[in-house]
């Protein structure tokens, strides 16, 4: 089975905090993904990566940045972190699976990441 | 752009009853659809995909069928049970993100 691991369930910081969320990924996967989560909102992407030391920004990258500096490692910084940045965090990975017209790619999630900035 | 969109919630039904989860998207190309639920405290995990037209997914008794024709993949159970509570999204992808509705919560009653 594939087993992404997230570093902490609960998280608490003080607002202007470097906050650091590590991701890993069991599986050798090349994607790489870190969503949060807020109550009526779904999931919203922040930032993906396809490659060691690739990335690409999602839908709300503003006030984060990322590191991938081994495949199997990602990782999600706040650089100030602030109080409406408290929200679940979810990282992901995926891999393309099936041929033809059947191919596409499955996403696994880790635990998730349940952040309070106070 | 794409987007996924399901029915709010709470859905709440009684053990044993019939579950539909509506779910519709609008995309260009030809997307695989998801369903991922979520247990309480717990990340995402994958329930069911199609990936293209008329396939139907299918998974521990829930079902969805890819219908082109509707731009729906509904979610559907012929029986509820308590361990069934959960968040439900249903996600589509054209390449290799995700676009997620924003989840429908379901509660059944015993």
């Known amino acids: 089975d594939v087993k992404v691991t997230q570093s902490s369930r609960y998280l608490v910081k003080r607002t202007g905090e470097k906050v650091f969320l590590e991701c890993v990924q069991d599986m050798d996967h090349e994607n790489m993904f870190w969503y949060r989560q807020d109550p009526g909102l779904g999931l919203r992407l922040i930032y993906f990566s396809y490659d060691v030391k690739m990335k690409e920004k999602g839908d709300i990258p503003e006030g984060y940045s990322v590191s991938r500096e081994k495949k199997e490692r990602f990782s999600l910084i706040l650089e100030s972190a602030s109080t409406n940045q408290t929200s679940m965090y979810l990282c992901?990975?995926?891999?393309?699976?099936?041929?033809?017209?059947?191919?596409?790619?499955?996403?696994?999630f880790g635990p998730g990441t349940r952040l309070t900035v106070t | 752009g794409d987007s996924v969109t399901q029915m709010e919630g709470p859905v709440t039904l009684s053990e044993e009853a019939f579950l539909t989860i509506n779910c519709t998207y609008t995309a260009t190309g030809y997307p695989s659809l998801f369903w991922y639920v979520q247990y309480p405290g717990e990340g995402l995990q994958l329930l069911l995909k199609?990936?293209?037209?008329?396939d139907k997914g299918s998974n521990k008794g829930f079902e969805a069928t890819y219908r082109k024709e509707t731009t729906s993949f509904h979610l559907e159970k012929g029986s509820v049970q308590v361990s069934d509570s959960a968040v439900y999204f249903c996600a589509l992808s054209s390449s290799y993100k995700l676009i997620f509705g924003s989840g429908t919560r379901l509660l059944v009653r015993p």
């Open positions: 992901a990975s995926s891999s393309v699976v099936g041929t033809g017209r059947s191919r596409t790619y499955e996403q696994y």
């Open positions: 199609a990936t293209k037209a008329d």
